[in-house]
Structure formats: C-alpha cells, structure tokens
C-alpha cells in the first residue's frame, strides 16, 4: 500500500519510536526484500511476514507482532488477505497514520481498514491518478462530517514525481485528519 521507497524515506526522516509499529504491504516479494535492504541498510531493522497461507494473517501471527514493535512489510495480496486489518488491528489497536499509494483504487478495501483500523489520519499520494486512491479524500469531504482534509499539495516533475499520460508531470497528495482530533477529543 506504500511505495518501498516512500517507507524508507519516511523512516529515515523521521525514524520509528521505540514500542510503534509502521507498516506496509507488498504484493510481491521481491519488492518486500527490497524495501527490507534498503531500511535496513540505514540501521532499521524490517521484518517480513508472509500472508501466503489460506487464512493469512491469524491471531498467532498477530501476536507476534504485537509483541515485536518495529517496521514490518507485509507481504501478499490485499485483495487476498481482506482479514488482515481485523486481525492485525484488534491485536495492536487502531492505527495513527494509514498512508496509501496503491496502483488500483481500494474502494472495496478502505471500508474495511476504516473500521477494523479507525487510522487519525490518512495521506493519500498520486491522488490525481485515475484508476489510483484519489477518489477517497474527495469522498470523505463529500459524505462524512467525521474527517477533514488538513493539507495537500502537489510534487512538481523531478521532485519525486514519476510524469504519465494522465497528469502532466505533478502528483497530487491529500493529508486527512479525523474531526475529533480538530476539536481536542483525539
């Protein structure tokens, strides 16, 4: 759901607390190795958990994790391992930051991490890609009175983008917060 090269820059700037968790998932298991090298290679330490079993993330695995905190990639198939954010968050809790960089829309995803999850916060990157998460941020404005968009912005061609067909050169971003953290009960 996070870009490998997103997740080391985020860590690398800002590092992990000690006892939080950070996240992300991969499709393909040579992405996950690679994400691991490369956060590893700056001094932190990544493990990799497989979802390739029939019932993906189980609560033994989740007990795991919840007694590891650290960076873990998770590896498999979002669409495969629906469960894993009910599983993974009724082990560890609900989730400060959920940030999504997917290639296909999620929109069969989102409400289920929304509720097994309930993230603070979610960043959606590429939110000008048809076909990408962008829909969501315009969606939670539009539908809900529960979230609020905090920022957003755009990355200008050599800045980090990666120039398609679809939008000349700027990847667009959007920074949301839930509306009780706007009013002080978060």
């Not at 985020?10 to 956060?39: D, V, W």
């Not at 959920?98 to 290639?103: E, N, S, T």
């Not at 969606?139 to 979230?147: A, K, N, V, Y």
Request: aromatic content about 10%.
């Amino acid at each position: 759901m996070v870009a490998s090269r997103d997740v080391a820059v985020y860590l690398i700037m800002a590092g992990p607390k000690r006892g939080s968790y950070f996240f992300t998932m991969e499709r393909h298991l040579g992405n996950a190795y690679h994400a691991q090298n490369i956060l590893e290679s700056v001094g932190i330490p990544t493990q990799i958990l497989s979802l390739a079993r029939p019932e993906g993330l189980n609560s033994r695995m989740a007990a795991l994790v919840k007694e590891n905190p650290g960076v873990w990639i998770l590896h498999g198939d979002v669409f495969e391992n629906l469960g894993v954010f009910n599983a993974l968050c009724s082990s560890i809790g609900s989730l400060d930051l959920v940030m999504l960089d997917p290639p296909l829309d999620l929109r069969g995803v989102w409400p289920l991490l929304d509720t097994a999850c309930k993230p603070k916060f979610l960043a959606v990157h590429n939110a000008n890609l048809p076909g990408h998460a962008g829909w969501l941020p315009a969606h939670l404005r539009r539908t809900t009175g529960s979230w609020y968009e905090m920022m957003n912005g755009s990355l200008a061609r050599g800045k980090g983008s990666h120039p398609s067909v679809w939008e000349r050169g700027e990847r667009s971003w959007s920074l949301m917060g839930r509306e009780y953290l706007a009013s002080g009960y978060g």
